[in-house]
C-alpha cells in the first residue's frame, strides 16, 4: 500500500504564494510520472501539472508561468510552488501517482485564495 498525503494549503490573498507538499510512504517503487490536480466546489476535477521520473514537466495552461511542480526522490516528495494566485485558483488540491499499476490520490489540501 502506497500512502500519499498532501500538505500546505490555507489561505492566501490574491497575488500570494503557497507551497504544496505531496510527500509518500508505503511499497514505493518508482513510477512513471507524479501529478497534481485541482476540484472546485460544483467542478469537475482538474490536471494541473505533472512530473515524470525523468523531470520532465507539464502544465495546464491556467497555471503555466505561475505554478511550478518537482520532486525531491531522496525525501520521496513531490512539491508544488504556487505563485501570483488568483481567486479562481481556489481549490482542493490532490497529488496523484501510480505505483505498481496503482493509481493513488492523497486525501487533499485545502487552497482559499481570498481577499
Known amino acids: 500500500q502506497v500512502q500519499l498525503v498532501e500538505s500546505g494549503g490555507g489561505l492566501v490573498q490574491p497575488g500570494g504564494s503557497l507551497r504544496l507538499s505531496c510527500a509518500a510512504s508505503?511499497?514505493?517503487?518508482?513510477?512513471?510520472?507524479m501529478g497534481w490536480y485541482r476540484q472546485a466546489p460544483g467542478k469537475q476535477r482538474e490536471f494541473i501539472a505533472i512530473i515524470t521520473s525523468g523531470g520532465s514537466t507539464n502544465y495546464a495552461d491556467s497555471v503555466k508561468g505561475r505554478f511550478t511542480i518537482s520532486g525531491d526522490n531522496a525525501k520521496n516528495t513531490m512539491y508544488l510552488q504556487m505563485n501570483s494566485l488568483k481567486p479562481e485558483d481556489t481549490a482542493v488540491y490532490y497529488c496523484?501517482?501510480?505505483?505498481?499499476?496503482?493509481?493513488?490520490w492523497g486525501q487533499g489540501t485545502q487552497v482559499t485564495v481570498s481577499s
Open positions: 496523484n501517482g501510480i505505483f505498481r499499476g496503482i493509481e493513488y
Open positions: 508505503g511499497s514505493i517503487f518508482a513510477s512513471a510520472a
